[in-house]
């Protein structure tokens, strides 16, 4: 009997540190950034400059008083479907500032895109001006993190379609 209980818990330990190996294996493969992140984050960092320096001349609308101070990830799509993540947060004036490769633990706000969008932002001459007309096209999607902010950010894109819908921009 004290033995069949001790093969009993040994098979429950297996079974447990077997969970453990395998989960453990999945949150690591599912940070894993796909093999083009490197280079796009560095062209990336390359334009922020850029898009610095022309964003207080560009008018985003209503949803750029609502961009001010957040803490962002950017989200990136390739056709395949592999993701890459970097960060960085909008000061007051919507610059960009602490540029990272990888997601924030206190993200307010996501935005998702795809590769192309991405690219043609990377190399535009005004990134600003092409950032904007891919959130008022919908080619940026933004939702909000946390409830509050993904109340806010469901109003804002709900408004964003009506407006798409009526050709208002």
Known sequence: MNSARSVGSLRWLATLLALLVVTSGLAVGQSDQPEWADE???????MVAVYNESITAVDLGVAGDQLENERVNLVVTDADGAT???SFRLDGQLRMTELDQGARSDATLRMSLDRETFDEIIAADNPAVVFRDAVAAGDIRLSGVGTTNAVKW????TVADLARSFGLF
């Open 84 to 86: 890459a993540t970097f």
């Open 40 to 46: 796009a984050f560095a062209e990336f960092g390359g």
């Open 154 to 157: 469901v109003v804002i894109n």
